[in-house]
Nanobody, 130 residues
C-alpha cells in the first residue's frame, strides 16, 4: 500500500512561487507514475504534472507548462512541484497520487478523461490572490 503525504501549500500573491512536496512510502514496484492533481469545488479534478519515478520523465498540462516543474529526489520517495508565476486560477486543492501502471505512459494520467491513479494523498490547499 503506497502512502502519500503532501505539504507546502499556502497563500501567495499572483506572480509568486510555492513548492509542494509529496512524501511517498510503501513502494512495491521498481517504478511508479506519480502525479499532481488539483481540484476546485464544483469542478472536475485536473491533472497538472506527472513524473516517472524511474526515468524522471515528466509531463504537464498545457496551462502550467513553463511555470511548473515536477522533480524527485535521489531516493525517489519525495516528489516536488515547483510552482512559479502563480495565477489566481491556480487556486485549488492539490493532491499527490501514484500508480504502478507505468506501461501506458505516465503522461496518460494528466490527460482529460484519463483513468484515476490508485493511491492518493489528503491534499494541500494552494490559494493565489490577485
Amino acid at each position: 500500500q503506497v502512502q502519500l503525504v503532501e505539504s507546502g501549500g499556502g497563500s501567495v500573491q499572483a506572480g509568486g512561487s510555492l513548492r509542494l512536496s509529496c512524501a511517498a512510502s510503501g513502494y512495491h514496484y521498481p517504478s511508479y507514475c506519480v502525479g499532481w492533481f488539483r481540484q476546485v469545488p464544483g469542478k472536475e479534478r485536473e491533472g497538472v504534472a506527472v513524473i516517472h519515478t524511474g526515468s524522471g520523465l515528466t509531463a504537464y498540462v498545457d496551462s502550467v507548462k513553463g511555470r511548473f516543474t515536477m522533480s524527485r529526489d535521489n531516493t525517489k520517495t519525495t516528489l516536488y512541484l515547483q510552482m512559479n508565476s502563480l495565477k489566481p486560477e491556480d487556486t485549488a486543492m492539490y493532491f499527490c497520487a501514484a500508480d504502478s501502471r507505468t506501461g501506458m505512459g505516465c503522461s496518460t494520467f494528466v490527460k482529460s478523461g484519463s483513468p484515476p491513479m490508485t493511491y492518493w494523498g489528503q491534499g494541500t490547499q494552494v490559494t493565489v490572490s490577485s
